[in-house]
């Protein structure tokens, strides 16, 4: 019998599952982290996948985010217009967070980041610092490439498929707008909605640097959507 991964992520040298399912029956070997929805009984059997129809559903399970921005990247006549990528929690680690950056050679997202031992998961401030820390060392400063400077955690539940990626556009499909799409397909908690039309009107904005600094600043300004 051949099982199929649900999700692949590299951690340095060691491949980590997040768990196998069988694709006859449409079944996970292992129960899957998120607990379901109240409202919708499809979702309470834990070893099902998609309601059991991987054809035409991918897996909605992922958990918050934190949206990246490195306003030194990216130098294009005398302006810095910056990099914007993710780290999605890991649906069956919470401490544990993928990374997701999209450039004009196509999008990487095997490597993982383990938040240190000593952070409260619950303190989003302390989780984000560590994070954003380990994946700059690793992923940026590195390869001499700008740091990511600013961040926004933002709760909810989400996930990345690469099925949704299409070609890189500087305008149209750029970093910043590659990530607020892989957010836009999940589910902002609190208010939902409100968040939606805040994230989603900076998808007309080509500078990854101005479309993180709006969301920024709308975080503060706009009491109603609690981040």
Same mark, same amino acid.
């Given at each position: 019998?051949?099982?199929?991964?649900?999700?692949? =992520?590299? =951690?340095h040298d060691n491949i980590t599952y997040a768990g196998y399912y069988d694709p006859n029956i449409g079944r996970f070997l292992t129960q899957d982290?998120?607990?379901?929805?109240?409202?919708?009984?499809? +979702?309470?059997?834990?070893?099902?996948?998609?309601?059991?129809?991987? %054809?035409?559903? %991918?897996?909605?399970?992922? &958990?918050? /985010? %934190?949206?990246?921005?490195?306003?030194?990247? +990216?130098?294009?006549?005398?302006?810095?217009?910056?990099? +914007?990528? !993710?780290? $999605?929690?890991? @649906?069956?680690?919470?401490? !544990?967070?993928?990374? =997701?950056?999209? +450039?004009?050679?196509?999008?990487?997202?095997?490597?993982?980041?383990?938040?240190? @031992?000593?952070?409260? =998961?619950?303190? &989003?401030? /302390?989780?984000?610092?560590? $994070?954003?820390?380990? $994946?700059?060392?690793?992923?940026? $400063?590195?390869?001499?490439?700008? /740091?990511?400077?600013? @961040? !926004?955690?933002?709760?909810?539940?989400?996930?990345?498929?690469?099925?949704?990626?299409?070609?890189?556009?500087? %305008?149209?499909?750029?970093? @910043?707008?590659?990530s607020i799409k892989v957010l836009l397909r999940g589910k902002f908690s609190g208010n939902d909605w409100a968040k939606r039309v805040v994230f989603?009107?900076? !998808? /007309?904005?080509?500078?990854?640097?101005?479309?993180?600094?709006?969301?920024?600043?709308?975080?503060?300004?706009a009491s109603f959507v609690k981040f």
């Open positions: 019998m051949k099982y199929r991964c649900k999700t692949c =992520i590299r =951690i982290s998120y607990r379901g929805e109240q409202t919708d009984p499809g +979702t309470w059997n834990l070893y099902a996948y998609c309601h059991g129809n991987p %054809i035409n559903f %991918i897996d909605p399970t992922g &958990h918050d /985010a %934190i949206l990246m921005n490195a306003p030194k990247a +990216t130098p294009h006549l005398g302006y810095r217009l910056g990099h +914007t990528a !993710l780290a $999605i929690q890991v @649906s069956y680690n919470k401490r !544990l967070w993928q990374y =997701i950056t999209f +450039t004009k050679t196509g999008v990487k997202d095997n490597h993982c980041y383990m938040l240190d @031992s000593k952070v409260n =998961i619950k303190n &989003h401030s /302390a989780v984000m610092s560590s $994070i954003v820390k380990k $994946i700059n060392n690793k992923e940026r $400063i590195a390869f001499k490439a700008a /740091a990511y400077v600013h @961040s !926004l955690y933002i709760s909810g539940n989400f996930t990345h498929n690469k099925n949704w990626d299409k070609k890189y556009n500087n %305008i149209t499909n750029n970093c @910043s707008q590659r989603s009107a900076q !998808l /007309a904005q080509p500078y990854p640097n101005l479309a993180f600094l709006q969301l920024k600043a709308l975080k503060v300004a």
